[in-house]
C-alpha cells in the first residue's frame, strides 16, 4: 500500500534539496499551489468535516424499486452493470449472510459500499459546472478525462453508538443527486424523505455497527491512506486494500513525486551550467 510514511521523507529531501539549490539559482521558482496547477501537494491533509446526527438508510445491491425507493439498484449511478459485477443480488436478510457478505457467492466488489446525494458527472463526457470547485480531492483525481468521476471509490468513516466502520462510495442517493451542499459543506440534507435521510447504507454496514434502517450516525470522508484493515479490506476488485494501484490518490502523489524530481535535476543542471 503507498501511504503518506512512504512517501513524506522523500518529499521532505526533495523539497530541502530543492529549497537550497534554488537560493543559489534564482530562475528556478519553488513549487506553490500557486505554480503547481494540477500538481497541487496531494501529501497535504485535508481536513474533512463531519455529518452529524444524519439519517442512514440501507440499501443493496439489487433492491428492486418500492413506493419509498423507486429507483432500483441492480445499476449504480457509476456501474451500469453494478448487480453482474457484484456477483449477485446482495440479500440483506441475515440468514442469508455470513462474516458481512452473502453466503450464496463470493462478491465480485467491496460489500461495504455506501451512497451520497452527489455526483460529479451530468453524463460520460460532462462534469457538473460546480464540481471543481466543491470536490475537495479534485486536483488529486486519478482520471482528469472529462465525464470521469471523481467520486467513485472514495472512502467514508461512519460512526454510530461509538463503533467506527469504513466503507466506499459506489453510486448516488437518496433521492437527490445534486445536494453537493450537503456532501461536501455543513448543510443538513435537502432531502426530505424517509426523516430526511442523507446516506445509504449497504447490509455489510448495517451489520458490523448493529444498525437499523433510519438510524442516526455521524460520517466524514477519510482518505484510504489513513483507514486500518478490517472487513472492509477482505473482498473486491475496486478495493484499494487488495490493489494498492486503485489507491485514488496513487497517481496524484506519483505524479507530485516526479515533478519534484524533475524540479532538483533542473536546479542541478543550472548549478552545474554555472560553474
Known amino acids: 500500500m503507498l501511504t503518506l510514511f512512504k512517501y ?21 521558482s519553488t513549487p506553490t499551489s500557486a505554480n503547481l496547477g494540477n500538481l497541487a501537494n496531494p501529501f497535504a491533509v485535508i481536513r474533512y468535516p463531519w455529518h452529524k446526527n444524519i439519517t442512514a438508510t440501507v440499501f ?18 457509476w456501474d451500469t452493470k453494478w448487480q453482474l459485477n457484484y456477483g449477485g443480488f446482495d440479500n440483506p436478510n441475515k440468514e442469508a449472510r ?6 450464496s457467492f463470493t462478491p ?7 451512497a451520497l446525494p452527489y ?17 475537495p480531492w479534485w486536483h488529486r483525481r486519478a482520471d482528469k478525462r472529462p465525464g470521469k468521476t ?7 468513516q461512519i460512526v454510530y453508538k461509538g463503533k467506527i466502520c469504513y466503507a466506499q462510495w459506489e453510486d448516488c442517493g437518496p433521492f437527490t443527486t445534486n445536494d453537493y451542499q450537503y456532501v461536501f459543506g455543513n448543510t443538513q ?10 446516506l445509504d447504507v449497504s447490509p455489510a454496514v448495517r451489520d458490523y ?23 472492509w479490506s477482505y473482498y473486491g476488485k475496486n478495493n484499494p486494500f487488495l490493489n494498492p494501484l486503485l489507491d485514488p490518490d496513487r497517481k496524484a502523489k506519483q505524479e507530485y513525486m516526479d515533478y519534484l524530481r524533475k524540479l532538483r535535476d533542473r536546479a542541478y543542471q543550472q548549478r552545474n551550467s554555472r560553474r
Open 108 to 114: 465480485g466488489l467491496n460489500p461495504f459500499y455506501i
Open 119 to 135: 455526483n460529479d458527472c451530468i453524463n460520460h463526457s460532462t462534469y457538473k459546472p460546480e464540481a471543481s470547485k466543491v470536490v
Open 209 to 231: 455497527l448493529s444498525m437499523t434502517s433510519n438510524a442516526k450516525v455521524h460520517w466524514r470522508f477519510i482518505d484510504f491512506s489513513n483507514i486500518p484493515r478490517g472487513p
Open 60 to 77: 443493496w445491491i439489487g433492491e428492486k424499486p418500492t413506493p419509498n425507493n423507486p429507483t432500483p439498484n441492480h445499476a449504480s449511478s
Open 189 to 198: 440534507p435537502r432531502n426530505t424523505k424517509n426523516n430526511s435521510a442523507g
Open 8 to 28: 513524506l521523507p522523500l518529499v521532505t529531501i526533495f523539497m530541502i534539496g530543492a529549497t537550497t539549490l534554488l537560493a543559489q539559482t534564482p530562475r528556478v
Open 150 to 156: 471523481s467520486l467513485k471509490g472514495r472512502w467514508l
Open 98 to 103: 455470513m462474516g458481512y457478505r452473502p453466503k
